[in-house]
């Protein structure tokens, strides 16, 4: 089964989080950007791809289309390893991390659609047996930067029917207003999203600790300085969690033994796509760090991180970000219900989007 074709396609999805859009790369951020990949065989099988695309999606796409889609070509679809190791080994001087291992997330991702579709099963069958239909799902909030939203939208999130709620705040008061709203049952996570130096990190982890976090996520700055994680670890109580910035699984071994994190957060279209969240989950199980992966996204890369959690032996949360859009890509497969998402069954990943919503949201640079 031969590849024919493999297409790039950007979309741009606008989003209401309840407050005004913080700003990211120079202006507000008003729309959930993705970067669509279509992998289109000689047999007709068609599989779907998602490479990380907020703002950096025209990179992205110019890496695919002009190194990534023609080594493909050609290449039989059903081999995914060996295309994979092809654009690895051919492609490593353009990086191991960033745009480029975005662009071969996509591909991974796509080609395991294909083979599940060939196969006639959802791609969690073609990974190993399916441990849970339903996963529980975190609503991760947006960065409010105002604790009394925060705590609103936090006390929403669970009237939902949400067991799990994370902030995406800096400050004290937001986690202690929204560990108020939710009470002392619901789970809480702090994603900081690299802000602090080691003393800083130290101390905003005492200040929050009677609010019962269940982790703190990427307190510090730089991300990839894992003495200073690892120090950290030492210092407090508070588990720490870190993983979306991490470019590849080899790295993330360097992670899994450096750093004493208690959560690796591989991200599926910044990692290396199925076949790096498998070989993360792998080396995490072995070093008793549990999976929670990055999934602030939409599309085949949040179904392709579900089909794998539902393989895994301990219990999985899945990440989904806390925001109304006009539509779903997935024609309504991942949208939580009580609180939990039910992974699709289907042959492939389960995504097959309606030519009209590409079109109507596709992105331009």
């Not at 859009?21 to 289109?40: A, H, I, N, Q």
């Not at 902030?167 to 560990?179: C, I, Q």
Request: proline letters at 9%; a negative charge; aromatic letters at 8%.
């Amino acid at each position: 089964m031969k590849i024919v074709s493999i297409e790039t396609l950007p979309i741009a999805v606008p989003y209401d989080s309840g407050a005004a859009p913080l700003p990211l790369g120079g202006k507000p951020r008003t729309e959930m950007e993705s970067l669509l990949v279509r992998v289109t065989t000689d047999s007709g099988i068609v599989g779907w791809g998602d490479a990380f695309g907020v703002r950096i999606w025209p990179v992205t796409r110019l890496l695919i289309d002009r190194l990534a889609a023609p080594l493909c070509i050609g290449e039989d679809a059903l081999r995914r390893e060996d295309v994979v190791d092809k654009l690895v080994r051919t492609l490593y001087h353009f990086g191991r991390a960033g745009p480029l291992q975005y662009a071969i997330s996509a591909i991974d991702i796509a080609l395991w659609d294909i083979a599940a579709k060939a196969a006639g099963l959802p791609v969690h069958a073609l990974i190993g047996p399916r441990r849970t239909a339903d996963i529980p799902v975190y609503a991760s909030l947006l960065p409010y930067r105002d604790p009394a939203l925060a705590a609103r939208f936090a006390a929403r999130a669970v009237d939902q029917g949400y067991r799990y709620v994370k902030l995406h705040e800096r400050d004290v008061p937001s986690v202690r207003e929204s560990r108020a709203a939710i009470g002392p049952h619901t789970g809480l996570m702090v994603d900081l999203n690299c802000p602090f130096d080691l003393r800083q990190a130290e101390q905003f982890a005492r200040d929050v600790a009677p609010y019962d976090p269940m982790w703190l996520e990427e307190p510090l700055f730089p991300v990839d300085d894992f003495d200073a994680m690892a120090e950290l670890a030492r210092r407090i109580d508070t588990p720490l969690a870190m993983g979306e910035n991490v470019g590849n699984p080899v790295e993330f071994r360097r992670v899994l033994d450096s750093t004493g994190i208690a959560y690796a957060q591989p991200s599926a279209i910044k990692t290396g796509g199925i076949t790096a969240l498998l070989e993360v989950a792998r080396d995490a199980a072995r070093r008793g760090v549990r999976l929670m992966p990055h999934s602030a996204y939409f599309g085949p890369g949040l179904l392709a991180t579900m089909h794998v959690l539902s393989t895994l032996e301990t219990d999985p949360i899945l990440e989904r970000f806390y925001c109304e859009m006009p539509v779903e890509l997935s024609g309504g497969a991942t949208l939580p219900r009580n609180g939990t998402v039910r992974v699709p069954d289907v042959p492939g990943l389960g995504f097959e989007p309606d030519p009209e919503v590409l079109r109507r949201y596709a992105a331009t640079a």
